[in-house]
């Protein structure tokens, strides 16, 4: 068997214990240990975004990081993003744009976005393509993607 | 494959180069290279996997002395936005801009970047011609000790690096620029973001009424390692910048690599985009 090593973080806002295999990424970690299921396998090898979570603010692959490396550290899902009254105007603008087709995409995409809204609150559509540009849509839904973010910016413009 | 016996993550420099001292380990830092080549079996773990992503000082950009000092654990994020590097080093924010993508660049780390010792490595170019050294740690006999090695030196192929395996990549340095340095970066790929590049490019020199002195040229993704090219370089140094010192100088650079046919281009199609990109570059130094 795989070594294993306790780890303590605080997971969408409440603090975690877990015993975890040393080699097991965040990815699998999350939605086979925990049970959260929101965030997506998509590629594995941090090309799609589909599993894009915050780790102390910063958005990370989480197919890329080992769940070893969660200790002591501050991790947002999806699931708890959609607890966050501050990501309502993003949610929201998401639906009111269409900006969902098969859905797949969706969680990394509303992760990633509200990192950019926090990071940059006035980007324009260029800014926000840059800042998506590490997350696929399948179904090629980026026009209303981007038009759903943009909108969320400032509040819409 | 070896089983993991052990998991450390220090806290201290000196507690870091104490475990690389006792052998076999795997170092973790941003993981987005470690995760996926041990994946796919290009790298195998040693019993000792030990994080050093909490090991102190190991972040962040000061100036010491005549040199900017780039800590190992320093995410390529972090040198995209940090003001010492864009007055000092703009050529690296900019291929730190070219880098995968935020999630990515959030991860990773200029240490690992180095060490992963890709061919084409975003950042090696750029910090092969702005004369970058590495600063090498250990713990020997009991007390730290620090080597320096030229990055242009440290490759020795694909993955390998002349770091010796109790050793650690604390930091790089940089020379600060001096007046009337230039510097260019170029990467070829077809989509900007995530991508590999097929062939990337780095100039440098000190530009003085029209002649480039102090020349570096450095090509990646032609050759095994990112590659210094003394020819091309030779071709440049001391002379005018005029069509014919420039021409001179992209057929020095096609000669001098030596690439391979992959999924990416044809070795034939990196030799073209070797010359016909130097010779534009140089013309945009020659008219800067």
């Not at chain 1, 015993?19 to 590629?43: E, F, I, P, S, W």
């Not at chain 2, 041990?38 to 994080?51: C, D, E, S, Y």
């Not at chain 2, 780039?70 to 000092?88: F, K, N, W, Y």
Request: include cysteine; aromatic fraction near 4%; hydrophobic fraction near 40%.
């Amino acid at each position: 068997m795989s070594l294993k090593h306790d780890i303590e973080f605080t997971l969408n806002g409440v603090t975690q214990r877990l015993a975890v295999d040393v080699t097991m990424n965040a990815l699998d970690m999350l939605r086979d240990v925990v049970g959260l299921t929101g965030t997506k396998y998509g590629c594995g090898e941090g090309e799609c975004g589909a599993c894009t979570i915050r780790v102390d603010g910063e958005t990370r692959n989480s197919c890329l990081m080992f769940a070893v490396d969660f200790d002591g550290r501050d991790i947002v899902t999806i699931e708890g993003l959609a607890a966050d009254p501050k990501a309502d105007a993003l949610r929201e603008s998401f639906v009111e744009h269409g900006a969902v087709q098969c859905g797949f995409c969706t969680p990394g995409m509303v992760m990633q976005a509200s990192h950019i809204l926090d990071t940059h609150p006035d980007a324009d559509a260029e800014a926000i393509k840059r800042g998506l540009e590490g997350n696929l849509c399948r179904c090629t839904g980026y026009k209303k993607i981007v038009d759903a973010v943009e909108s969320a910016c400032c509040g819409g413009r | 494959m070896t089983a993991i016996e052990r998991y450390a993550a220090p806290q201290s420099l000196d507690e870091a180069l104490g475990i690389l001292q006792q052998g076999d380990v795997t170092i973790l830092a941003g993981g987005t290279d470690l995760m996926l080549q041990t994946k796919v079996g290009r790298i195998a773990f040693k019993p000792t996997l030990m994080n050093i992503g909490r090991v102190a000082g190991l972040k962040g950009v000061t100036v010491d002395g005549q040199h900017l000092r780039i800590g190992a654990l320093t995410t390529i994020s972090e040198l995209l936005r940090d003001p010492l590097v864009a007055q000092h080093a703009p050529v690296l924010a900019e291929a730190c801009d070219h880098f995968a993508s935020d999630q990515i660049r959030n991860a990773g780390t200029l240490g690992g970047n180095i060490n992963n010792a890709s061919p084409a490595g975003d950042t090696l170019v750029p910090l092969i011609v702005l004369d970058a050294e590495v600063e090498l740690a250990s713990k020997p006999n009991g007390s730290v000790a620090t080597r320096r090695l030229p990055l242009a030196e440290f490759f020795t192929g694909p993955g390998r690096t002349k770091r010796n395996a109790n050793e650690l990549l604390t930091a790089v340095r940089i020379p600060l620029p001096k007046p009337g340095h230039v510097a260019r970066f170029y990467k070829f790929g077809t989509r900007p973001a995530l991508d590999i590049s097929t062939i990337s490019i780095g100039i440098a020199g000190i530009k003085r009424d029209g002649m480039l002195t102090d020349t570096r040229v450095a090509f990646g993704a032609v050759a095994p390692t990112p590659l210094r090219a003394p020819r091309t370089e030779a071709a440049l140094e001391g002379r005018r910048l005029d069509a014919g010192a420039i021409e001179a100088a992209a057929d020095a650079a096609r000669d001098e690599v030596n690439p391979i046919d992959d999924i990416r281009a044809s070795a034939w199609y990196r030799k073209e985009l070797i010359h016909n990109m130097t010779k534009r570059m140089l013309d945009h130094v020659a008219q800067a």
